[in-house]
């Protein structure tokens, strides 16, 4: 909502096409494309939000891949307060500069990586 409020063109990335998700502040949001179809190529950058959801979709393959290929491609990835459990996931955090919750220090500190 608020990269639309500066005029940015979102394009919001699911499991799933079609699926709808709630934010923190049951906020909704739809998926306008499934992981599995979004490309990096087709975006200028990837931001991930925070909130509970990244500890959830970093269980699906197919979330880091995106991410992951924006990463590859020199595009800016940004991940927001727990956002990073995606992007450790992905295999794109270890050996970069960043910040992150507290609440992720484990995962952060030991470059855990997708199972």
Known sequence: MRLREEGASVTVVGIRAGEKY???????????????????????????PGGGA???????????RPVREAHLSGKT???ICHAPLVGISAGIVRGHAAV???GIKDDWVNGRTAW
């Open 54 to 64: 990244p500890a959830k979709l970093r269980r699906f393959d197919g979330v880091g």
């Open 22 to 48: 709630a934010g923190k502040t049951d906020l909704p949001a739809h998926a306008d494309v499934g992981c599995e179809e979004a490309r990096a190529d087709d975006y200028d950058a990837a931001v991930v």
């Open 100 to 102: 992150g919750s507290e």
């Open 77 to 79: 990835v940004g991940m």
